[in-house]
């Protein structure tokens, strides 16, 4: 008995953890479902490592110190359950089993409740970073049984990444499916962070017609200012980036975006809390159209808008794109927040806002500066309700405001797509609204639908329902549904 945890799951992620592990002095236990990977890893990726092989699972259950910890890093659904199964056997009260895949929350919900009835301890957590930060440090964010977390913890900050100040990009984030919830919000947001940064660049291209080397040039140089990102970084990089011709590869790209669900699992979960994820929708439906590809070269040919050219001043344009995706990036956090706030009283998870920002500063696809000012703002007031209203952010938006409106005029009236950017601002001028038209939605529900309405001239909760034709009765709907 002498592993510190066990490992299962022997693919990018799996292997790149426990490398990392081991160079943190822990001893790491392996298996794998096809089991001839746990020799060929031994022999090549972890030669000369501590890593010791287990060719079943109750081999690798045996090689564990108590309370004995395994955790698996599989493909999300059905495989986890399977090896919950395989597993439970072997181990006994107070052992911790940890799933570190990308396993959807409602789902860790259910396995921690199962996982604790049988005496065991279970922990969800986000693992972010992908291979790179699997490697040289992920951000981590676990949820789970409360009474793992002293257990795992050593092991999960001194593997993960760490801020400026040597803090660990990881802390625990709350009960049952806390942390999954917290990683699919962080990579749905990496959708809206992507889309924008995708907007802007087809603003460039064509309605700058700015070439690759050229917006190469103003990536580097956004990234020396608030928008200093992993993602901006890597689109510098991509950007200059050649094919073996000397061409730029990223001409060469087809432009179908792919998917695996943390988007559209955030929307639907927004979408039962009812919580406006508003820009977050439009870059999940964003790659959905890009998929549409044949159907798009088709109407290309058939349907017609105004010139794309954007004929501005372009050194002026691109400072107003900067600022439109600023401006629109705060929308988008502002949304990701208001969701995970209405996802914790739902579940009953106390979750620390400041505490998620700190754990996605560094690490994880979506680390940023920015980050930096999201912590400050929950350090300076927890109780902080939207982000829009804090006063770096207000401000924020206030001196980008001009500029992100004319970039979405421009945008529609040069006929290019910005879906992204429209979101964030429609948003913005909509949350800002003391007085929206849904007055006239109600009369219309009430006029079709006898569903009532509340009246400004009386309390709330006060409901009425008018007899628009004449014609209606004064049942109420509950009653009569039309
Ligand atoms: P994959 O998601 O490709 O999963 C491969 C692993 O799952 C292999 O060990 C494979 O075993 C095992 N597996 C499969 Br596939 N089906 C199985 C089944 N029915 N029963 C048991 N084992 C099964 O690997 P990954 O990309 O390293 O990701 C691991 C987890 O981390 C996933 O949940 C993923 O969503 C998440 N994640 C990935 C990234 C990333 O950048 N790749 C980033 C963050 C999180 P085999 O060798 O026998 O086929």
């Known amino acids: 008995m002498q592993a510190d945890i066990a490992l299962i799951g022997l693919a990018v992620m799996g292997q790149n953890l426990v490398l990392n592990m081991n160079d943190h002095g822990f001893t790491v236990a392996v298996f794998n479902r096809t089991v001839s990977k746990v020799d060929d890893f031994l022999n090549n990726e972890a030669k000369g490592t501590k890593v010791l092989g287990a060719h079943s699972i109750p081999e690798l259950v045996s090689l564990l110190k108590r309370p004995r910890r395994v955790m698996m890093l599989v493909k999300a659904g059905a495989a986890v359950d399977e090896f919950i199964e395989l597993l439970l056997p072997h181990l006994e009260a107070g052992d911790i089993i940890i799933d570190g895949g990308n396993s959807l929350f409602e789902d860790t919900i259910r396995r921690t409740k199962y996982v604790e009835s049988k005496g065991l301890l279970y922990v969800g957590t986000g693992v972010s970073g992908g291979e790179e930060g699997a490697r040289r440090g992920p951000s981590i964010m676990p949820g789970g049984s409360p009474a793992a977390w002293p257990h795992v913890k050593e092991i999960f900050q001194a593997v993960s990444a760490k801020v400026e100040d040597g803090t660990p990009c990881c802390d625990w984030v709350g009960e049952n499916g806390a942390g999954h919830y917290v990683k699919m919000v962080h990579n749905a947001i990496e959708y809206g962070d992507m889309q924008l940064i995708c907007e802007a660049y087809q603003l460039m291209r064509d309605g700058l017609g700015m070439t690759p080397d050229e ?10 200012t608030e928008l200093d990102s992993y993602l901006i970084e890597i689109t510098r990089d991509i950007l200059a980036y050649k094919d073996t011709d000397n061409l730029p590869l990223i001409d ?12 559209k699992w955030t929307v639907i979960s927004s979408q039962e809390l009812g919580i406006p994820i508003t820009l977050i929708g439009e870059a ?33 344009f691109l400072e107003d794109i900067r600022q439109a ?9 502002a949304q990701g927040y208001m969701l995970m706030r209405a996802a914790a009283q739902h579940y009953v998870w106390n979750l620390n806002y400041g ?14 500066v920015f980050l930096g000012k999201i912590k400050e703002a929950f350090e300076k007031n927890p109780a902080l ?7 770096f952010f207000k401000q924020a938006i206030k001196e980008g405001q001009r500029s992100w409106r004319n970039v979405v005029a421009t945008a529609a009236k040069k006929g290019l797509p910005v879906p992204a950017f429209a979101a964030a601002l429609s948003f913005y001028d909509s949350f800002r609204n003391d007085r929206l038209p849904a007055n006239l939605l109600q009369a219309q529900r009430d006029y079709f639908g006898a569903h009532t309405y509340e009246r400004i001239d009386q309390p709330r909760g006060q409901f009425f329902h008018t007899n628009w034709t004449g014609r209606g009765g004064k049942t109420v709907s509950g009653t009569y549904l039309a």
């Open 252 to 263: 060469k790209i087809l432009d179908t975006a792919g998917q695996k669900g943390t988007g």
């Open 284 to 316: 999940v439906y964003a790659r959905c159209v890009s998929a549409m590809k044949e159907e798009r070269v088709a109407a290309a040919k058939k349907l017609k808008g105004p010139s794309k050219k954007i004929s501005a001043d372009r050194v002026k």
């Open 355 to 368: 505490g998620i920002a700190l754990m996605w500063r560094g690490g994880c696809i979506i680390r940023s």
């Open 385 to 391: 309700a939207n982000l829009l209203l804090d006063p």
């Open 215 to 224: 917006m190469h040039e103003t990536f580097a140089a956004w990234n020396k």
């Open 325 to 333: 995706l600023y401006a629109s990036k705060i929308v988008s956090y």
